[in-house]
């Protein structure tokens, strides 16, 4: 089966600018991850969707980072305006369910430095 | 959600068995534990996951004693490609199946 697809795998801009990732995930799974991973350190949950709804977005800057996930398949996070520090890779994940540690798919990433 | 520990990184040499231990001691009864590998520019990948005494499948073990608060993750006759950092996790029991990623263990095959 297809794994799951990301885009752009690298990305490059200014601070105070906006970006945009894409995330596809594995076809059927209501789950979807975004984690952000600061290099040398584990990834870190930025928000999960159940489907379309939100589940945890505890650990989102909401004051610049927006995720979306439209009829429950593809998801975008977008930060705006970027920082220096959210220089990272952003991983996707999905999962059939979501609960009871169900297996997480993870994507390539998309690497993002702020200059 | 339980913390874990984990030795920050270990080397080995090519056919070793390596074992990796990880301690949770604030393991909740209903937390699995998991197991996760991941390659330089990669995502994380799936190794194993368990919950109690011991699972086996065609790239690792996973021994948990009785107590659960902590594993070990066995690796057998290891090969350069096994160069990679591994995570420990616990956690999953919540409804939300949330899962933290610690800093991991690095390990280096050495030929």
């Known amino acids: 089966e297809a794994g799951v697809a990301q885009s752009p795998r690298y990305k490059i801009i200014e601070k105070r600018q906006s970006v945009a990732f894409w995330c596809n995930p594995i076809?059927?799974?209501?789950?979807l991850y975004w984690y952000q991973q600061i290099l040398g350190q584990g990834p870190k949950l930025l928000i999960q969707f159940q489907n379309n709804g939100v589940v945890d977005d505890s650990q989102l800057p909401k004051d610049r980072f927006s995720a979306e996930r439209l009829k429950g398949v593809d998801s975008t996070l977008k930060i705006q305006p970027a920082k220096l520090e959210d220089s990272a890779v952003y991983l996707c994940?999905?999962?059939w369910g979501g609960g009871r540690a169900d297996t997480q798919y993870f994507g390539p990433g998309t690497r993002l430095t702020v200059l | 959600l339980a913390k874990t520990t984990q030795p920050i990184s270990m080397d080995s040499y090519e056919g070793q068995e390596v074992n990796i231990t990880c301690s949770h001691n604030?393991?909740?009864?209903?937390?699995?534990i998991t197991w996760y590998q991941q390659f330089p520019s990669q995502g994380p990948r799936f190794i194993i996951q368990g919950y109690k005494t011991k699972v086996t499948n065609e790239v690792a073990s996973l021994f948990i004693p009785a107590d659960r608060k902590s594993s070990t993750l066995s690796l057998p006759r290891v090969s350069l490609s096994d160069t990679a950092v591994y995570y420990c996790?616990?956690?999953?029991?919540?409804?939300?199946?949330?899962?933290?990623f610690g800093q991991g263990t690095t390990l280096q095959v050495k030929p």
């Open positions: 994940a999905s999962s």
């Open positions: 604030n393991i909740a009864t209903n937390d699995y």
């Open positions: 076809s059927g799974h209501a789950t």
């Open positions: 996790l616990v956690g999953g029991s919540g409804n939300t199946g949330k899962l933290i």
